[in-house]
């Protein structure tokens, strides 16, 4: 009985027509990117101090520089090891009851009590609007900006389950457009709704749904390939996310309000609803649904497409990658070995997401230019595909993989230790380091499907993967709340994660070279 790979090898394993599919969904990672870190411009928080409206008028006539009023309205604060004027105090001075002159230099505040900012802020735009500046999300509710990354990732947290069903339920193809359907409507919604709870909300859908089409994509992708490109081309797919990144800056130095920029990462979906009429559903999921007849109907019209023909004798078809039903959670840690990796793999998709994401935010809040500091960090990405690419089948997937995390972790704590007069030193660290936690990202993903045996390959991902979601929760609050602390405590707690997850991944098999297990028993006793 032939199965679909030996069908997909008659019909090309990567022919004109998988690579037209691939470029077509390779389209999706570049708008999934904005939405992922669109944070860093649309929850951008400008320098701000309080507002005084008698301050304000006097600055207006006086013509006072913004540093001069916010002399007079703000105390001086130690932040950072820093000082500087206050973002959530003010003086508590009645200023229309007092003789100010239009050169209040002398004027000698050390002694006036202080308190918290009565009238809202006064904000240094630099051309940016972000929700930040609308809603007022500064000191004391900045904890809210948190929530709108938190409340994505709580999304994508709910939507890998949810999509993982739909589309093993009712395949990729229909999952991928119900999810483009719900990414038009959260993502523009999100752009006119009036209140931050309701973005925040639509946030989670929005996060719901477009993980799930990304996830489906992915899946799709590699199931209309041949076995022998699927690592490369889910490797390459996972790279457009990184041009996303490159482009999302441009956006955001042309488009300064938050809620247009919105719109135009949203619009790109339209555009995906159409794909459901140009991309066949999976031949191998039909096959898993007995649905062999369309099956070999779609593959036909691959091999057509790709200028092959089939032979006869493919009538009877097989999915020789299905999975026993009878899987389930305990089979990941009733064992020695299979909870080690379990556990293993779980903390390293937390800590991924973690650094991740937090070096992508942290840019937002270093107080350098945003759109040049996020574009050359964006830019290092671009080497972590090519380095997995060359060392995988060379040097194997142990030593890379754990090297990534451990260069990712001592990077960040160097560039703790140096001073922020060597500003160029310390941002060319930092890069390194993101360099190194996006090549462990990408590693997790297929190191992951190695170790774990046929029967619980898809369990295996999806349970662990649910850490990465954790993670990316998590994430924001870490840094932004120990940033208010100290700028560079988050730093810290990065490299010390990664660290372990470095150290944790040498007690993981080497898995290049090695046939990938069927079994429980084949993990356990892999000399047998």
Request: a neutral charge; aromatic letters at 12%; proline letters at 4%.
């Amino acid at each position: 009985m032939a199965t679909f790979d030996d069908l997909l090898e008659e019909a090309g394993s990567f022919g004109r027509c998988q690579k037209r599919i691939f470029a077509m969904l390779c389209l999706v990672s570049l708008p999934f990117s904005g939405v992922y870190v669109g944070i860093v411009f649309q929850g951008f928080t400008p320098d701000h101090w309080c507002r005084d409206p008698a301050l304000v008028d006097r600055r207006q006539a006086c013509g006072w520089s913004w540093e001069e009023s916010r002399r007079l309205a703000a105390p001086l604060v130690n932040a950072s090891g820093v000082v500087q004027h206050s973002s959530c105090d003010q003086y508590e001075v009645d200023w229309n009851g007092t003789e100010l002159s239009c050169d209040p230099v002398k004027l000698d505040l050390s002694r006036v009590a202080v308190t918290p900012c009565k009238d809202g802020w006064e904000y240094h735009y630099e051309g940016r609007k972000s929700f930040v500046t609308e809603f007022n999300l500064v000191c004391s509710d900045g904890w809210w900006v948190d929530m709108y990354q938190s409340m994505l990732n709580v999304g994508f947290l709910v939507g890998s389950f949810a999509f993982g069903y739909f589309a093993d339920r009712f395949g990729r193809m229909k999952s991928f457009l119900v999810s483009n359907v719900i990414n038009v409507v959260a993502g523009i919604a999100m752009a006119v709704v009036p209140d931050f709870i309701s973005i925040l909300v639509l946030r989670a859908i929005f996060g719901f749904s477009i993980k799930g089409g990304w996830m489906a994509n992915y899946v799709l992708l590699t199931e209309m390939v041949g076995v022998k490109y699927r690592r490369t081309v889910g490797i390459l797919y996972q790279m457009f996310f990184s041009i996303g990144l490159l482009i999302l800056p441009l956006l955001a130095y042309y488009i300064t309000d938050w809620r247009w920029l919105q719109a135009v990462i949203t619009a790109p979906y339209v555009l995906f609803i159409v794909y459901y009429r140009f991309i066949p559903e999976s031949p191998r999921w039909l096959i898993s649904k007995n649905n062999s007849s369309k099956a070999l109907e779609i593959t036909k019209a691959i091999a057509k497409e790709n200028g092959k023909k089939l032979s006869l004798n493919f009538e009877i078809l097989t999915d020789g990658e299905v999975e026993s039903t009878s899987a389930s959670l305990l089979d990941l840690i009733r064992t020695p070995k299979m909870r080690k990796h379990t556990l293993i793999l779980m903390f390293n998709w937390f800590t991924s997401a973690v650094v991740y994401q937090g070096l992508i935010m942290r840019v937002g809040i270093t107080g350098g230019n945003v759109y040049i500091d996020f574009l050359i960090s964006s830019l290092v990405e671009f080497p972590a595909a090519f380095l997995i690419l060359f060392t995988i089948e060379r040097i194997g997937r142990r030593l890379p993989f754990a090297s990534a995390n451990i260069i990712a972790g001592v990077s960040c704590i160097i560039t703790v230790l140096i001073p922020d007069s060597m500003f160029w030193l310390k941002t060319a660290v930092a890069c390194v380091g993101r360099l190194g936690i996006t090549m462990a990202f990408e590693m997790v993903v297929f190191v992951n499907t190695e170790i774990y045996p046929t029967c619980v390959r898809n369990l295996g991902l999806s349970v662990c993967s649910t850490l990465c979601d954790v993670g990316g929760i998590v994430s924001p609050f870490l840094l932004y709340r120990l940033a208010s602390v100290w700028l560079e405590l988050p730093l810290i707690i990065f490299g010390a994660v990664a660290l372990v997850a470095g150290g944790l991944v040498l007690l993981l098999p080497e898995t290049r070279g090695v046939a990938l297990p069927d079994t429980i028993e084949d993990v356990e006793f892999p000399d047998r």
